[in-house]
């Protein structure tokens, strides 16, 4: 008896190994037998519903574990993966910080506490915990991934290609990696992309599973001034995204209309005053837009500035919203979502809100929210909070609508991988963007991205003035802004302010010419 659950336990971790959940689960099954109020067996437990995609009952079991023995890290960063995907960051990075020091000589849960640090928005304390993690058990490719990663976040990007190099010597087939080496340096020569051409003329994959090696190759054609062999991958690159992504345009355009049906004027006065302040006096600023228009190079002059903090992109004003509105939908944001939100006590929306962000939150007095998404929630945002700031970028429309074209998106803007969508899209974007203007005014702040890279200094200290800071030196010099960065553009802001990208739409004027001729059809300024 005495050996037996330990035994049992061997048994079952052997199992995790091979992902053999039907034996972790009867040995889990047998220690509760054993004993009912066994760690151990909350914790294999945990693992079996964790796999089987029960996020609740995983939640359940491993927080029982962790409350039967306050000891077991392993519990404690099961627990913390499981609040991060249920997107509880704030309980996720509490545990975190917990139980960090008792990590020290587990490269498994190090690696894993590192990702969740990252999802969570906090890569800065991810870096150490990688670095330990590869110290204790070198070669790992995973945690080796994971560490060029962080590096490339945190502007550590010699250490990134290094390691991307290593990993794709030993294997060179491996196509997110060279994605990822594609991006983070102008290519100089052919080399790089004769060997992923030569990737993708040895496999015989279909074009779903070739999606990261095509975007790559196109990037770095595009790089050459190859423009029109480039543009031939980003176009299989779109059209092998879209033939496995179940999307509908017209869901997209549905819940822009609603939000200009039900986030007009007279919405946005019934309310207002009753929304409580924010206790802590700090002062909300949201850097909205589309994707690729500036708002990252925007966010890095703002958070130069002593008084302010950047959170990066955060996904938790929509995440409020949905859950305020009480819709279950399929969809991230729907016209549902929005016209029910719409009806209920914005305090719900601003409150869930601020205690979202809480975690994340220093002694700056303002704070910024750069997340393009969000332009679809300004109305909430400015009902929410009469004094949060609001930065729009805007930028040429064919520029705009081909940065897109060419970028993978995690889980937003679907649209981006067919012309005829990102016409249309953006089409329903100007009319959210005139909607706003009319009903929000001079609340919002709006800045050209062509203007800026033509006059830094001159737009930075409008910006400024538009929010009520102070001109600061360091907002000029943001390229030495060293904090980390999650977006897209995690390498071109760590360089100075340059305009080569202005324009570029017109090397690829023959293939965007459909995408031009509708957008100027439905009166949109392509100059």
Known sequence: MTDLIPNLSRLAR???????????????????????????????????????????????????ALELDPNRYDAAIELANQHSLARRNAAAADLLSRY???????????????????????????WPLYAR????????????????????????????????????????NHQRNHYHLARLEKARDER??????????????????????????????????????????????????????????????????????????????RGTAETPEHKAAVTPLFIVGLPRTGTTLVDRILSSHSSVQSL???????????????????HRVSADIIRSAAAKDIRLIGQGYLDAVAYRLSDEPHFIDKLPYNVLFLGFIAKAFPHARIVHLHRNALDTCFAMYKQIFTWAYRFSYSLEDLGRYYVAYDRLRAHWQSVLGERIVEIGYET?????????????????????QPCIDFDKNRTATTSASSVQVRQKIHAESVGRWKHFANELEPLRAYLESHGIDVR
């Open 452 to 472: 800026l890279v033509d006059n830094q200094e001159r737009e930075t200290r409008r910006l400024l003035d538009g929010l009520g800071l102070g001109f600061e």
């Open 14 to 64: 052997g199992a995790v190994e091979k992902q053999d959940w039907a034996t972790v689960s009867s040995c889990a099954n047998q220690i509760f037998q054993l004993d009912g109020s066994s760690p151990e067996a909350f914790f294999l437990n945990g693992l079996v519903l964790k796999a089987a995609r029960k996020p609740g009952e995983a939640t359940q079991a491993f927080a029982q």
């Open 133 to 172: 993690a590869n110290e204790l058990q070198p070669g790992v490719d995973l945690f080796m991934a994971n560490l060029a990663a962080c590096g490339v976040y945190l502007g550590k990007i010699d250490e990134a290609r290094e390691i991307y190099g290593t990993l794709l010597k030993r294997n060179p």
């Open 312 to 330: 990066g992109e955060t996904q938790f004003m929509q995440m409020v919203i949905r859950r305020v509105s009480g819709v279950d939908s399929p």
């Open 192 to 269: 790089h992309v004769d060997q992923m051409l030569s990737v993708l003329q040895s496999n015989s994959l279909p074009d779903s599973r070739n999606i990261f090696l095509y975007y790559a190759i196109g990037k770095e054609l595009e790089d050459l001034g190859r423009w029109q062999e480039s543009f031939k991958y980003y176009r299989k690159g779109g059209q092998a995204v879209r033939s496995v992504a179940q999307y509908d345009i017209a869901d997209d355009l549905a819940a822009i209309e609603s939000v200009i049906e039900n986030c007009d004027r007279n919405w946005l006065e």
């Open 100 to 126: 960090e020091s008792s990590l020290s000589n587990s490269p498994l849960y190090l690696d894993m506490a590192g990702t969740i640090y990252t999802e969570t928005g906090l890569p800065e304390r991810a």
